[in-house]
C-alpha cells in the first residue's frame, strides 16, 4: 500500500536502517556528537539563530511555544482544525485571546491582522499556521509577520510549519517560533516536533515567568542543555539519529539525483551542501505538487483552496469517500479532509523525497478509481500529463 497521506509519510529504507542500529544511551559523547549534527542540520534548514527537539508531537510545541512566549494576549488565526488548536491551547492555560476565524478553504489576510491589532494593543503575540493541513490551504505567512512588525516591533509570531517545513522555503526574517514535526517532510515516526527560535524569542524566553514555562516544556531548561548537545530530559534518540540521516541524504541531493541521495553513504554534514540540497529537494517538492495539479486538472478535478499549500493537494468532489475507498482498491492510501469537510475533500501528499513515478501511480490509481465509480471514463491522460509536466517535456515533443 503506498502511503500518501498528509503525515505520517513513508520512512525511506536507509533511514529506517539509520534508526536500527543499536541503541545509544542519551548521555554519551557518541550521541552529543549526533545531536550535534542534527542541530546543524536543523539550524541551516530554518535559517534561524536558535533551535529545539522535543520529545513531542506538534502539539506539544505549539502548547510549549504559547504559553512560554505569550505574555499578555493571543492573537489567534483559525483556517482550519489546527489554527482552531491555537485557540484551544489559550484556553486550557486562561490566557486571554481574540480569534480571526475564516472558512477553511481561506486565508486570512495581512490587513484583517492588522486591524485586529490596532483595535487591541493588549495583543503581544500572533499565532497562526504557514500551512493549514485540514484543507491544503497556505497562508501568506511571511507577509502577516513581516506587516505585524512593522506596525509593532516587539510583537510575538509563532508559526505552526508543520506541514511546510522541509517542503518550500520559508522565510523566517519576522518569524519568533517556527514549529515543526518528524513525521511529515522529514520522513521519519512521529514521536519529536521542533521548534526554531529567533533572538526576539530568547530574550522573551530568558525573562520567562517560571509558573508559564513549567517543567517538562521548559525553554530556558532546554536551551541550556541543548545548547551542549544534550537534553534536559531523555531524548527520542532513534528519531535523532533518523533525523541526522535524512540531512545526510538532503545533502547528497546538492550534486547527486535523489535515486542515489536515498542510498548515499553516511558523511558529516556541511553547512554549504545542505544548503544546496535543500534547494534540490524545495524544486522537486515544487515540481512534483504543480504536476500533480496539471494532472488533477486535465481530470476535471478542482482544488479546494483558493491558496493551495505546496504540502498536498486538497481535492473537493462530492465522492470522496468513494474515491478513497477505490483508490485502496488499486494501493494507494489517501486522506479525508478533517471534520465538517471530512467526506467532501481528499488530500494528496507532497511532503517527504516522493519519487516521479510514485507520485504517477496515484495520479493513475485516480484515474482508474474515477472510471471505477462510473465518474469519468479511463484514457490515461492523467498519467501522461503528470509526466510532461513533471519532466518538462512540451506536448508532441
Not at 9 to 38: C, K
Not at 84 to 106: L, V
Not at 122 to 148: H, P
Not at 342 to 363: C, P, T
Request: net charge neutral; glycine share 8%.
Amino acid at each position: 500500500m503506498l502511503l500518501f497521506t498528509p503525515g505520517p509519510t513513508p520512512t525511506p529504507e536507509s533511514i529506517r536502517q539509520s534508526m536500527a542500529t543499536p541503541t545509544l544511551h542519551h548521555r554519551t559523547p557518541e550521541f552529543e556528537s549526533i545531536f550535534a549534527q542534527a542541530r546543524l542540520g536543523l539550524k541551516v534548514m530554518l535559517g534561524m539563530p536558535e533551535v529545539l527537539m522535543l520529545a513531542s508531537s506538534g502539539t506539544g510545541a505549539m502548547e510549549a511555544a504559547l504559553t512560554q512566549l505569550c505574555k499578555s494576549k493571543l492573537l489567534s488565526i483559525s483556517c482550519g482544525k489546527f489554527g482552531q488548536r491555537w485557540g484551544k491551547i489559550a484556553q486550557a492555560h486562561a490566557i486571554p485571546h481574540t480569534e480571526i476565524a475564516r472558512e477553511w478553504d481561506t486565508p486570512v489576510s495581512a490587513q484583517e491582522i492588522l486591524e485586529a491589532l490596532r483595535a487591541d494593543e493588549s495583543i503581544d503575540t500572533i499565532a497562526l499556521q504557514v500551512c493549514e493541513s485540514a484543507g491544503g490551504l497556505r497562508l501568506d505567512v511571511e507577509s502577516i509577520a513581516r506587516e505585524a512588525k512593522a506596525l509593532n516591533r516587539d510583537i510575538i509570531i509563532i508559526a505552526d510549519a508543520i506541514t511546510a517545513m522541509g517542503v518550500e522555503p520559508i522565510d523566517t526574517t519576522h518569524i519568533d517560533a517556527l514549529i515543526g514535526g518528524s513525521q511529515k517532510a522529514c520522513m521519519l515516526p512521529p514521536g519529536m516536533s521542533i521548534i526554531g527560535l529567533s533572538q526576539m524569542a530568547l530574550g522573551r524566553i530568558e525573562r520567562s515567568a517560571p509558573w508559564r514555562a513549567g517543567l517538562y516544556f521548559s525553554f530556558a531548561q532546554e536551551l541550556k542543555n541543548q545548547r551542549k548537545n544534550t537534553t534536559a530530559w531523555t531524548a527520542p534518540t532513534t528519531l535523532i539519529i533518523g533525523l541526522v540521516r535524512y540531512f545526510e541524504i538532503i545533502q547528497a541531493l546538492a550534486d547527486s539525483p535523489l535515486e542515489s541521495a536515498l542510498l548515499t553513504p553516511s558523511a558529516p554534514l556541511d553547512e554549504k551542501r545542505l544548503e544546496q540540497g535543500f534547494q534540490a529537494a524545495y524544486a522537486h517538492t515544487k515540481a512534483l505538487a504543480l504536476a500533480t495539479r496539471e494532472a488533477l486538472a486535465a481530470l476535471s478535478l478542482s482544488l479546494y483552496p483558493k491558496s493551495p499549500a505546496l504540502a498536498m493537494s486538497a481535492i473537493a468532489h462530492a465522492e470522496s469517500a468513494s474515491i478513497r475507498k477505490a483508490m485502496k482498491g488499486f494501493g494507494v492510501n489517501v486522506a479525508a479532509g478533517q471534520d465538517h469537510i471530512k467526506d467532501s475533500i481528499f488530500r494528496i501528499n507532497h511532503m517527504g523525497l516522493i519519487q516521479a513515478y510514485e507520485a504517477s501511480f496515484v495520479i493513475n490509481a485516480l484515474e482508474l478509481s474515477l472510471a471505477k465509480l462510473n465518474l469519468r471514463s479511463f484514457d490515461g491522460r492523467g498519467g501522461a500529463v503528470f509526466l510532461r509536466a513533471f519532466y518538462g517535456i512540451e506536448k508532441g515533443a
